[in-house]
């Protein structure tokens, strides 16, 4: 079956430190994968986009990588912030018609 | 990008009554979609709204439950029919970002803030 992981648990960090989460696929083949930003009552915020020909991309201090002979895709927020605290949510696109399926989400928690 | 407003944006009905979700966007949009957030869940998609055309639903929900309308390319109705307690969840709309006046999609989606939704 297809399925789409995310760590369940909660990311507890500390501020300054590099917090890394992981998003694994199976059965699927995606031309890219997203990363969004879930706030407590908010719709969640794109964040960032990697091609299958890409094997990293930047955004200031966010960096994500993509293996597909893995299936995996690695989010890392550099030199994390308290308000970096939020969940994260990696997504893709099975249609190619922007129908996302997405993982459950990691809660990242940065403590000061 | 786009501005989404969604409301309401929560609510606490009654088991059996249903419930009507608007959400405005502020620029014309070809494709709107209804998200489902269960508790401690992920998203689920659960229709393709188009203007012009009957939504489409993925598997697992239907019209009956779930009547959407779209009477045009900034506007969208999602109604939650016949609640149940299993209905109470975050409801989402979502946009795609398009450019160039619709000509380029860039893939990723804009959401509104959502509304909870609590079946007493």
């Known amino acids: 079956s297809q399925k789409i992981e995310q760590n369940s648990e909660a990311l507890n960090i500390q501020e300054g430190k590099t917090a890394t989460l992981t998003c694994n696929y199976t059965?699927?083949?995606?031309?890219?994968l997203q990363w969004y930003r879930q706030d407590p009552g908010r719709g969640p915020v794109f964040l960032l986009l990697i091609r299958e020909n890409e094997k990293e991309k930047r955004k200031e201090r966010l960096k994500v990588t993509f293996d597909t002979t893995l299936k995996q895709s690695l989010f890392h927020i550099t030199a994390s912030q308290p308000a970096d605290s939020a969940t994260y949510l990696c997504a893709l696109d099975p249609t190619g018609f922007q129908k996302l399926v997405f993982g459950t989400g990691t809660r990242l928690l940065v403590s000061p | 990008s786009a501005v989404i407003s969604q409301k309401p944006s929560r609510d606490i009905c009654q088991r059996g009554t249903s419930l009507t979700i608007q959400c405005q966007v502020d620029s014309q949009v070809t494709m709107m979609f209804w998200y489902r957030q269960q508790p401690g869940q992920s998203l689920t998609l659960i229709a393709t709204?188009?203007?012009?055309?009957?939504?489409?639903?993925e598997s697992g929900f239907v019209i009956d439950k779930f009547p959407i309308s779209r009477p045009n390319l900034t506007f969208s109705t999602l109604t939650v029919s016949n609640m149940s307690p299993e209905d109470s969840s975050i409801y989402l709309c979502s946009v795609e970002d398009r450019q160039g006046g619709g000509l380029t999609t860039n893939e990723k989606l804009f959401f509104g803030s959502g509304t909870q939704l609590s079946v007493l």
């Open positions: 059965n699927y083949s995606p031309a890219y």
């Open positions: 709204a188009n203007q012009g055309s009957e939504a489409t639903y």
